[in-house]
C-alpha cells in the first residue's frame, strides 16, 4: 500500500512534508531525460555540504564532478528502465564540499510523463553506516586470517540441543572438505582412541560442572593424517549459572609437539649421559682418591718406620698402590675409546665367529671350570655392530658368568640370539650365584662395583659393557634369583 | 683429668688391605689403640657383634668404610642400629671414606648413629683426640 493511497495531502500538508524532509538531510532530485530539465531539493545541496548556486546544478556535473567515478557504472544500472529488472538503490560515493567523498544511498525512480521520461531519486548519507560496516568487514577478515594463519578454529557445543558448531578453520583440521554438521560423538571419534576417554570426560565436566579444560591429544583427520591438536573450552553460562553453551579453540600444533617430544626425548638421552658421566667423574675421583691417599699414608709410613723389615713391607704396598694406579688409568683409558671405536663405524659381523675369538681366549678359564656353554645364534646369525665392541661384550658377559658359578655345580651358560622386529637380542643364561637385585639391582652396572666377595672381582666389566650397548643405542636388562642363576637380555640395536 | 685410663678396642672395617695394614701400622707407632680388630666388610663385623664368644672383647670404636662388596657402610649403618641396643657395651661408630661427595657426607652425619665422618686419609691428631676420649671417659665434656 502506498503512503497517498488512503489519504490527501492538501498544499499546504505538501509543503511541510517537502519542509520537513529538507531537515531531515535528504537530498531529492528530479531529471527529464528529454528536455534534460534538473531539480535538486535544498536538502540536497545541504547533505552535500553546498549551498543553492554554488555548484552548477546540471546532470553532466553531477556525473563528471559529484560521483565517484568508480560508482558511476552502479548509478548507472539504477536509471535503467524498469523492464531490466535492475536495482533500485546503490550505493556511492559523492564528493561533498566539507568532507570529500561520503558514501549515499541512491534510490532513483522512474516514470513516463507526458512530457517525457522523468527520473527522481533521493540521497541519503550513509557515510557512517557503510564505514563501521567496512571496518567491521575489516576485522572479521583480519580475525579469519588470524584463525587461518594460527590454524586456530572456534568451536561450541549448545548445552540443551548438543549442537555443534565448527568455524571453517576447525574443519579445515579436520580435513572435511564439505563441512557437514557433526555430532558430539562423531566428533569424538576423530580423536585416537588412547585420547578419546579424556576427551568425552572433559566435555562432560564442562557441560555439567562448567569445568574449562586445555589439552593437547592426537587426533586422526579425515584424510587419515595423524596430529596433536590443541583442545581447549570454557563453559558460557547463563543467568543461573548453568553452562549454556561450551566454547573453545581447536588448534594444530602438530609441528610445536612433535618438536617438543623430540626435544624431550633428547633431553632425557642428555640427562641419562650427564647422570652416567657425574657417575662416572664421582667414581674416578673417588678412586684415584683412595689410591693416592693410601700412598700418601704409606709414604708417611715409610718415613716414621724405624725397623728395616717394616721399611720393606710399606714399600711392597706402596708397589701394589702404584699397580692400582696404573690399572685404574687403564680403565679410563677404555671408557674413553668407547667413543673412539665408535667413529670407526660398524660392520655386518657374525656372532659365530667373533663368540670363537672369544672361547679360545678363555679357553683355560672354560676348561679349569668344566663350563658347559651352548650356543644358538640360528635366529640372528649377523649384525651390523662395531666388532671391538661384540667382542668385548660377548666376553664380559661369559667371563663374568664363569667367575660368578655356583660352587655346588657344573657351570652351564646358554647363549642365544633372536629378532625382534628390527632389533637384535643376545641373551646370556647361566645357572651361578645369582645376584640380589632388590638389594644391588641399582648399582649393577655402576663401575667398581662388586657384590661377592671374589677376589678377581674388579667392577668393571658391566660398567664397560653397558657404556658399549648403550652408546649404540641398545639397552640391558637383567632377571636374577641368588643361587639359581642370572639371565641378561642384552638388546643390541 | 680423670686418674682412670681404659683399655680401648678399635675395630676396623674395610675391604682396603693397605689402608688396613696402614691403619694397624700408624696406630702402632702411635700408640694409638691397644688393640686393633680388623673386617674385610659389613657382614663380617656384624657377624662378629652378634656372635655371643665375642661379647666380652667387643671393640669401644668402629670405622666403617663407605665403598665394600657384600655389605657397604651404609648397610652396616642400618644393621649395626638394629642389634646396637641388644650389645653388652656402648659402641662408638664413625664412617670412613675417599668420597668427597656432599651426598655421602651429609648422608653419614645426618645418621644420629654415627659419631662423624672421616675422610681418607685419616687425620691423626683427630684419632688421637678419639683415642684419649675413650681412654678417659670422664673427660668427655671438655671435647664436646
Known amino acids: ?493 | 683429668m680423670s686418674s682412670e685410663t681404659k683399655f680401648v678396642t678399635a675395630g676396623i672395617v674395610d675391604d682396603d688391605k693397605i689402608f688396613t695394614y696402614g691403619f694397624r701400622k700408624l696406630t702402632g707407632i702411635k700408640g694409638l689403640f691397644n688393640e686393633i680388630l680388623d673386617f674385610s666388610n659389613g657382614q663380617e663385623a656384624i657377624n662378629y657383634l652378634t656372635d655371643p664368644i665375642n661379647s666380652q672383647h667387643l671393640p669401644d670404636v668402629l670405622f666403617v668404610d663407605i665403598n665394600m662388596p657384600i655389605m657397604d657402610g651404609w648397610e652396616f649403618n642400618d644393621a649395626f642400629g638394629e642389634i646396637k641396643s641388644q650389645l653388652p657395651k656402648p659402641i662408638k661408630l664413625y664412617n670412613i671414606s675417599s668420597s668427597i661427595d656432599l651426598e655421602d657426607i651429609n648422608r653419614a652425619k645426618k645418621n644420629p648413629l654415627v659419631a662423624d665422618y672421616l675422610l681418607k686419609p685419616l687425620d691423626e691428631s683427630y684419632l688421637t683426640e678419639i683415642f684419649h676420649n675413650l681412654q678417659h671417659p670422664g673427660d668427655q665434656l671438655k671435647y664436646n
Open chain 1, 1 to 493: 500500500m502506498s503512503f497517498t493511497d488512503g489519504h490527501t495531502f492538501s498544499g499546504e500538508s505538501l509543503s511541510h512534508i517537502a519542509h520537513l524532509i529538507d531537515n531531515k538531510d535528504i537530498g531529492i532530485w528530479e531529471y527529464n531525460t528529454d528536455t534534460k530539465q534538473v531539480k535538486w531539493s535544498a536538502g540536497f545541496y545541504a547533505v552535500l555540504g553546498y549551498t543553492r548556486g554554488e555548484i552548477e546544478c546540471s546532470y553532466s556535473y553531477f556525473f563528471d564532478h559529484l560521483l565517484y567515478y568508480q560508482d558511476k557504472q552502479t548509478f548507472v544500472k539504477t536509471t535503467y528502465s524498469p523492464r531490466h529488472g535492475g536495482p533500485r538503490t546503490a550505493h556511492i560515493r559523492l564528493l561533498t564540499n566539507n568532507n570529500g567523498y561520503q558514501w549515499f544511498e541512491s534510490t532513483t525512480h522512474r516514470r513516463d510523463t507526458s512530457e517525457g521520461v522523468v527520473m527522481y531519486g533521493i540521497l541519503i548519507n550513509i557515510n557512517a553506516i557503510k564505514i563501521a560496516q567496512v571496518k567491521t568487514a575489516e576485522s572479521e577478515l583480519q580475525a579469519l586470517e588470524i584463525g587461518r594463519i594460527a590454524k586456530i578454529g572456534i568451536w561450541e557445543v549448545d548445552s540443551r540441543s548438543m549442537e555443534l558448531k565448527f568455524s571453517p578453520e576447525v574443519y579445515d583440521i579436520f580435513e572435511l572438505n564439505n563441512h557437514i554438521k557433526l555430532s558430539v560423538p562423531e566428533a569424538i571419534e576423530f580423536f585416537m582412541p588412547a585420547y578419546r576417554p579424556m576427551i568425552e570426560e572433559a566435555v562432560n565436566q564442562a557441560l555439567t560442572l562448567c569445568k574449562p579444560y586445555d589439552i593437547e591429544v592426537e587426533f586422526r583427520t579425515a584424510k587419515n593424517n595423524i596430529i596433536w591438536v590443541k583442545c581447549k573450552a570454557v563453559p558460557v553460562l547463563d543467568e543461573y549459572g548453568r553452562c549454556e553453551t561450551v566454547r573453545g579453540t581447536f588448534q594444530d600444533i602438530d609441528n610445536v609437539k612433535r618438536r617438543g617430544l623430540s626435544l624431550q626425548s633428547s633431553i632425557n638421552l642428555l640427562d641419562d649421559q650427564n647422570k652416567r658421566l657425574q657417575n662416572f667423574a664421582y667414581i674416578v675421583s673417588h678412586n684415584l682418591r683412595s689410591h693416592a691417599g693410601n700412598l700418601k699414608f704409606m709414604v708417611e709410613l715409610f718415613e716414621e718406620s724405624q725397623l728395616a723389615e717394616d721399611r720393606t713391607e710399606i714399600f711392597q704396598h706402596i708397589k701394589t698402590i702404584s699397580g692400582s694406579l696404573s690399572a685404574t688409568m687403564g680403565h679410563l683409558d677404555e671408557i674413553v675409546k668407547i667413543q673412539a671405536e665408535i667413529s670407526k663405524g660398524t660392520k655386518l659381523v657374525e656372532f659365530e665367529k667373533i663368540f670363537a675369538n672369544v672361547e679360545s681366549a678363555l679357553q683355560t678359564n672354560i676348561s679349569a671350570t668344566e663350563a658347559e656353554i651352548n650356543t644358538n645364534f640360528s635366529q640372528a646369525p649377523v649384525i651390523n655392530y662395531v666388532p671391538a665392541y661384540l667382542e668385548s661384550i660377548l666376553q664380559n658377559f661369559l667371563t663374568n658368568a664363569i667367575k660368578y658359578r655356583h660352587p655346588d655345580r657344573q657351570p652351564i651358560i646358554n647363549i642365544t640370539t633372536y629378532k625382534d622386529g628390527n632389533n637384535i637380542y643376545l641373551i646370556f643364561e647361566d645357572n651361578g650365584l645369582g645376584i640380589d637385585l632388590q638389594r644391588h639391582g641399582e648399582q649393577l652396572f655402576g663401575m667398581y662395583k662388586t657384590f661377592h666377595q671374589n677376589s678377581d672381582s674388579k667392577g668393571i666389566g658391566l660398567f664397560m659393557t653397558r657404556n658399549q650397548v648403550e652408546a649404540l643405542g641398545g639397552n640391558i636388562a637383567v632377571e636374577s634369583t641368588v643361587n639359581v642363576g642370572t639371565k641378561f637380555t642384552i638388546k643390541l640395536v
